[in-house]
T-cell receptor, first 114, second 112 residues
Framework: KQEVTQIPAALSVPEGENLVLNCSFT??????LQWFRQDPGKGLTSLLL?????REQTSGRLNASLDKSSGRSTLYIAASQPGDSATYLC?????????????FGKGTKLSVIP | SAVISQKPSRDICQRGTSLTIQCQVD?????MFWYRQQPGQSLTLIAT?????????ESGFVIDKFPISRPNLTFSTLTVSNMSPEDSSIYLC?????????FGPGTRLLVL
């Protein structure tokens, strides 16, 4: 059974710092990995999707990497801003006919202090 | 991409009652998914809803407690039946578009 772990559970940084969020998964046979952002009491916003054959994806100040063999992904946020404050969730999708189920980590709650 | 709306956005209900949550997508999709996020926890898939067939429920979730309708390719409902305080959660609707999952804003439910 796939398990996803995110470390740290919470992180507080001053504005302008670069930071890294970590995600690890137990079954390396994944189809893809997706990073989401969740604001308090809200739904999820998709940030980046990495296919199993890819090593990284970039969008603006965000860069996500994937090391499938070691079961790890990182989300790098450059020049953090107070608006980046949110919970960041990592989710993996395992292959299989008709398999769309995502396994989520519990998230990292990020606070960027002005 | 996909734009998903949900109604209601939040509700406070009494135990023993039922609540139906609606999910509307801006494009036709084959499958729609319902997730639950309990306080302090991550998301758990409740069921997958296909148009024209019965929903497929994950382990620990049953149709009598969470009946789902899928009348067309852009709409689905999830009913939380005979509610108890343990059902207090955020319920989220989701769709898959070319391998990327998109989520609605969620319905925050509090059961007293």
């Amino acid at each position: 059974k796939q398990e996803v772990t995110q470390i740290p559970a919470a992180l507080s940084v001053p504005e302008g710092e670069n930071l890294v969020l970590n995600c690890s998964f137990t079954d390396s046979a994944i189809y893809n990995l997706q990073w989401f952002r969740q604001d308090p009491g809200k739904g999820l916003t998709s940030l980046l999707l990495i296919q199993s054959s890819q090593r990284e994806q970039t969008s603006g100040r965000l860069n996500a990497s994937l090391d499938k063999s070691s079961g790890r992904s990182t989300l790098y946020i450059a020049a953090s801003q107070p608006g980046d404050s949110a919970t960041y969730l990592c989710a993996v999708r395992n292959p299989g006919a008709g398999s769309y189920q995502l396994t989520f980590g519990k998230g990292t709650k990020l606070s960027v202090i002005p | 991409s996909a734009v998903i709306s949900q109604k209601p956005s939040r509700d406070i209900c009494q135990r023993g009652t039922s609540l139906t949550i609606q999910c509307q997508v801006d494009s036709q999709v084959t499958m729609m998914f319902w997730y639950r996020q309990q306080p302090g926890q991550s998301l758990t898939l409740i069921a997958t809803a296909n148009q024209g067939s019965e929903a497929t429920y994950e382990s620990g979730f049953v149709i009598d407690k969470f009946p789902i309708s899928r009348p067309n390719l852009t709409f689905s409902t999830l009913t939380v039946s005979n509610m108890s305080p343990e059902d207090s959660s955020i319920y989220l609707c989701s769709v898959d578009v070319l391998g990327t999952q998109y989520f609605g804003p969620g319905t925050r439910l509090l059961v007293l």
